[in-house]
Nanobody, 122 residues
């Protein structure tokens, strides 16, 4: 129905940068919200950043000033630019989108990407 393809993860030294990308395809009418979550070993999944249809953004306190979330509406893509990376940023990062399935749909449905590993070394 809806497929999300993530890319951009990898290994980087502390202080370096990575850019994550998540492209949505399939059958949906519109995207209500997009976001990124992450899960480190032994920890619960946490919100990193979100952007909603109005363009408003929200960030976890731990990444404010370092990460930037943006979207490309023409490509149904959400990006996460990660700068000044720290070892504590090491985690599997998951893309999340909330879609309206069709023009007649009343409800919104969330979808998750497959996850991409980000590893930050000292």
């Amino acid at each position: 129905q809806v497929q999300l393809v993530e890319s951009g993860g990898g290994l980087v030294q502390a202080g370096g940068s990575l850019r994550l990308s998540c492209a949505a395809s399939g059958n949906f009418f519109s995207i209500a919200a997009m976001g990124w979550y992450r899960q480190a070993p032994g920890k619960q999944r946490e919100l990193v950043a979100t952007i909603i249809s109005s363009g408003s953004t929200e960030y976890a306190d731990s990444v404010k000033g370092r990460f930037t979330i943006s979207r490309d509406n023409a490509k149904n893509t959400v990006l996460l630019q990660m700068n000044s990376l720290k070892p504590e940023d090491t985690a599997v990062y998951y893309c999340n989108i909330i879609v309206r399935a069709s023009i007649s749909s009343t409800y919104l449905t969330p979808y998750w990407g497959q996850g991409t590993q980000v590893t930050v070394s000292l």
